[in-house]
């Protein structure tokens, strides 16, 4: 009984762990989503974006549409062809591949013009993640990550003995 209790315990540490170090998913403009008259820049601002996390553009399918676009298109609005890897499906993820500033607007109708739907954001290389010792978290990271994955495949495991 108390065995068990301490088994659960650790398990939710573990996983409490695995999700702290893991990629961020930043819903933009959290439940406002994507959306018109929303500030994106202030939303922004106290965020720390790096590569690995993902940007989740949330909007009616239809109402408004998301282009990645360059700093001068950006500033300016122009919109290119909808062509150019346009994303409409309403839930569209952007993995955060390379670090850099990226640009991103919405191309319906004067949206990103005079509706402030733009978004541009810095994002930040993994090795900048603040650490006490690179070698130590690293360390720490793969040792949580292999627990985690172990605890899954036992979970996985223990799934299938139910069903
Ligand atoms: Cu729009």
Request: charged share 15%; hydrophobic share 50%; proline share 5%.
């Amino acid at each position: 009984m108390a065995a068990s209790h301490w088994i659960i315990i650790f398990m939710a540490t573990i996983v409490v762990l695995a999700t702290s170090i893991s990629a961020k998913e930043y819903i933009v403009g959290d439940g406002s989503g994507w959306t018109l008259d929303f500030d994106y820049q202030a939303w922004a601002k106290d965020k720390v974006f790096m590569v690995g996390d993902t940007l989740v553009f949330n909007y009616a399918p239809g109402a408004h549409n998301v282009m990645k676009v360059d700093g001068n298109s950006f500033q300016k609005c122009l919109i290119a062809p909808v062509s150019n890897g346009t994303l409409t499906s309403g839930r569209d993820v952007i993995p955060l591949k390379t670090p850099g500033m990226k640009w991103y607007v919405c191309g319906v109708g004067k949206h990103c013009e005079l509706r402030k739907m733009k978004l541009a954001i810095a994002v930040l290389p993994q090795t900048m993640t603040p650490a006490p010792a690179p070698s130590v978290s690293t360390s720490i990271k793969l040792e949580v990550s292999a627990i985690y994955g172990f605890l899954v495949s036992l979970f996985g495991g223990f799934l299938l003995l139910l069903a």
